[in-house]
């Protein structure tokens, strides 16, 4: 199946510095979303972008979908304690499947960046 | 807000015991989802459904079966649990429309088969 390669997979920051991570792949994709997941909890919806080229806003996360619409981008700025935990990029490619919509409900996941804030 | 639930946080079976992980949001979404979340793995898709009744396998649905009987209800069921299906389980579900793809999860259930 598809492949979302996420970077870096762990990262240790100071309270206060900002942080980028991307996701890429080989393949186009029609929508970029990127969660958030606490340790033992599901993820939570952060930022989704339908656009090639959009940048999005969520408080103090910013969120690109790359121009060739094969990556994207978050960044967290002035981090802080609470913004620990795991970040997920998901992608949604074209239609596929018997069903003729069914197949563009299917999400492909990043494997995530490990986020620690060191107060 | 919406909101999805899972039956149980923390689950324990048996080798060969049959299993039911039972998931409902209260938004009417058409979509409903399974994966199961490992080490290294990320998350990987189960099952879905995109209407009652109906059901495609995800990438993994080997050892699995569901059951979408009511909009809201999205059954995960292991026939005959294994120890390899030892995982954290998330179920999502979302609209069917322009925003499709915004999933919302669950807050999973971990489950051990001894």
């Known amino acids: 199946g598809q492949q979302l390669n996420q970077s870096p997979q762990s990262m240790f920051i100071q309270e206060g510095e900002d942080v980028s991570m991307n996701c890429t792949s080989s393949?186009?994709?029609?929508?970029w979303l990127w969660y958030k997941q606490d340790p033992g909890e599901g993820p939570v919806l952060l930022i989704a972008?339908?656009?090639?080229?959009e940048l999005t806003s969520n408080g103090r996360l910013t969120a690109q979908f790359g121009i060739t619409r094969k990556d994207s981008f978050l960044n967290i700025s002035a981090s802080i304690p609470s913004d620990v935990g795991i970040y997920f990029c998901?992608?949604?490619?074209?239609?596929?499947?018997?069903?003729?919509?069914?197949?563009?409900?299917?999400?492909?996941f990043g494997k995530g960046t490990k986020l620690s804030v060191i107060p | 807000d919406v909101k999805v639930t899972q039956s149980s946080r923390y689950l324990v079976k048996r080798t060969g015991e049959k299993v039911f992980l039972e998931c409902v949001q209260d938004m009417d979404h058409e979509n409903m989802f399974w994966y199961r979340q490992d080490p290294g793995l990320g998350l990987r898709l189960i099952y879905f459904?995109?209407?009652?009744?109906?059901?495609e396998k995800g990438d993994i649905p080997e050892g699995y079966s569901v059951s979408r009987e009511k909009k809201e209800r999205f059954s995960l069921i292991l026939e005959s649990a294994s120890t390899n299906q030892t995982s954290m389980y998330l179920c999502a579900s979302s609209w069917r429309g322009a925003r499709n793809n915004e999933q919302f999860f669950g807050p999973g259930t971990r489950l051990t088969v001894l």
């Open positions: 459904s995109y209407d009652v009744k109906m059901k």
């Open positions: 393949s186009i994709f029609n929508t």
């Open positions: 998901a992608g949604q490619q074209r239609s596929r499947g018997i069903y003729s919509g069914a197949g563009s409900y299917q999400l492909t």
């Open positions: 972008l339908y656009k090639a080229g």
